[in-house]
């Protein structure tokens, strides 16, 4: 709401704004949450569209958590929504609070450097990355955070200043979901040690943006070595056994990722495993999730998206086969 407000005093009689609100169909009240968005657009003059989705029923579906089912599928309907109007940008509130909660989130769960960046202020959102079973088009959408460096408290001084209605969601205050612990609990804890932690993490995640962005440079230069083809990729194993192990571990991911076509991505284990693999010289399809499986050759690398039933059963990383020395 404070974001709308925003946005609309540089948008005259509300020009070139559209609002999307999305139930996630989590709680039998969230229709009020709509009504309150439709209210305010329309007394901004601005359009609004509600998109009701099934939240739990595609969280149940691909047995992932409420909250990656959640952010799939909103993202999902704003990108169909930006092309549909050939918006430049989609416009979301996250505050400088959201971001030093995703990175701590990540930290928690064991992360790289794409983790530890936090929310970035702008990114290209490629849709067929952020959940199974997606469709691929629109391909992607540009991001945009104007409030990223704005504490949550003071969103909520502004909407007080404003007179601006907003709707406390029960939901966030539900312990059971991982960022309300630690935002109602880990943050504070770590506020009596350095009080000035928020700013010290968003520090930390700027720096590791910049330096990932760099990484991303170099390794978009090597990306090149992996012939690609629809459902398949190769590398030639001289070459990539060159490269320092980040590398490596980042070329096999991007491979798995290119190959499944969907958000299902390598994690570490599956990585480390894949990684072992190679170096022991095994022979045999390995499993890597996702649908893809991997197999050395004496001089390749290749990886292929299987279509047989049963796959999601494995255990990403096991082989498909016995594996032997080579």
């Not at 980040?246 to 599956?270: N, S």
Request: aromatic share 4%.
């Amino acid at each position: 709401m404070c974001l709308l407000d925003v946005l609309s005093r540089f948008a005259p009689s509300g020009r070139g704004l559209r609002v999307l609100h999305i139930d996630h169909g989590f709680r039998s009240d969230s229709s009020l949450d709509a009504e309150v968005v439709r209210a305010t657009a329309d007394r901004l003059n601005v359009p609004c569209e509600v998109v009701r989705v099934d939240g739990p029923g595609y969280a149940r579906a691909h047995r992932i958590g409420l909250e990656q089912a959640a952010r799939a599928l909103r993202y999902r309907e704003l990108a169909v929504a930006a092309a549909r109007h050939r918006a430049r940008a989609i416009a979301t509130g996250h505050t400088a609070d959201d971001s030093v909660e995703s990175l701590l989130m990540h930290l928690l769960r064991g992360a790289g450097t794409e983790g530890l960046r936090g929310i970035s202020p702008e990114e290209k959102l490629e849709v067929r990355r952020l959940g199974p079973a997606l469709p691929n088009n629109p391909s992607a959408a540009t991001v945009a955070r104007p409030l990223l460096r704005v504490r949550r408290t003071e969103t909520v001084a502004y909407c007080r200043e404003r007179d601006l209605p907003w709707r406390d969601d029960p939901t966030n205050d539900d312990p059971s979901f991982l960022r309300n612990r630690v935002r109602h609990h880990l943050v504070p804890v770590l506020r009596t040690y350095n009080p000035a932690v928020d700013a010290a993490l968003q520090r930390t995640a700027a720096l590791v943006r910049d330096d990932a962005a760099w990484l991303e440079t170099l390794i978009t230069r090597r990306w090149k070595m992996v012939q690609r083809a629809p459902g398949s990729a190769e590398i030639d194993l001289t070459t990539w056994r060159r490269q320092p192990i980040a590398a490596r571990r980042r070329l096999l991911r991007m491979a798995q990722t290119w190959v499944a076509g969907d958000g299902e991505g390598l994690d570490f284990d599956a990585a480390e495993r894949a990684m072992d693999y190679i170096i022991a010289g095994h022979r045999g399809p390995m499993w890597l999730g996702g649908g893809v499986s991997l197999e050395r050759t004496a001089d390749r690398l290749r990886l292929h998206r299987e279509n047989g039933s049963g796959e999601q059963s494995r255990t990403p990383g096991a082989p498909t086969t016995t594996l032997t020395r080579s």
